[in-house]
């Protein structure tokens, strides 16, 4: 079994909230009345909260699916609730929604957060939407701006040098150290 640790390592676990939809990879069964009353699914953490198979510490609330008036539900009392008492009983509360350019559910939620961070990816993301959307929560006094995830992204990475991989110049040493450097002739 894998675990999961919470932010902070206290142990409380941490949980993702999904917004989205029900795309998470591992079969999380969903209560079907949710589609119907999401309000009522939302009202209460304890029935809405799933343990991720495999993964300790590390729990779900799955979307109700696509709903017809999301913001309703995303600015009601129930989800209110739903995030102050996950707060309370978890090290970590993730929000995932959907992209900002397809509507605005992170910005309704973002009062309710430590702050709201943009995820992008290469080749998906629009360079100038998201040049724009940084620059206008960098400059915002309203939006708690915490940065930019890069979702991925192919980066080589260079290992680095040990001190024993380094060579020292013996010109860099003061000059004491400077007879001890044997030197290669």
């Known amino acids: 079994m894998q675990e999961f640790k919470g932010w902070y390592g206290i142990g409380l676990g941490s949980l993702l909230l999904g917004l989205v939809s029900l795309s998470w990879p591992h079969k999380l069964a969903v ?3 949710s589609l119907v009353e999401p309000l009522r ?10 343990l991720v198979p495999e993964i ?5 609330v799955p979307s109700a699916g ?5 913001a309703a ?9 739903l995030l102050e008492d996950a707060r309370g009983r978890f090290d970590l509360v993730i929000l995932d929604t959907p992209a900002l350019n397809r509507c605005n559910d992170a910005l309704l939620l973002e009062p309710y957060t430590d702050g709201i961070a943009l995820v992008t990816r290469p080749g998906y993301t629009e360079e100038g939407l998201l040049n724009e959307t940084v620059r206008e929560f960098v400059e915002s006094d309203q939006i708690r701006f915490l940065g930019a995830i890069i ?14 991989d380094e ?12 007879e001890r450097v044997p030197i290669a002739s």
């Open 31 to 33: 209560d079907p009345e």
């Open 41 to 50: 699914y939302y009202g209460n953490l304890s029935d809405c909260v799933r």
């Open 56 to 60: 300790e510490n590390l729990y779900v």
């Open 66 to 70: 696509p709903q017809r008036h999301a």
């Open 73 to 81: 539900i995303l600015e009601s009392s129930e989800m209110r609730r």
């Open 151 to 164: 979702n991925a992204a192919e980066i080589p990475l260079q290992e680095p040098l040990l001190p024993a």
């Open 167 to 178: 060579e020292e110049d013996p010109e860099d040493l003061p000059d004491q150290e400077r």
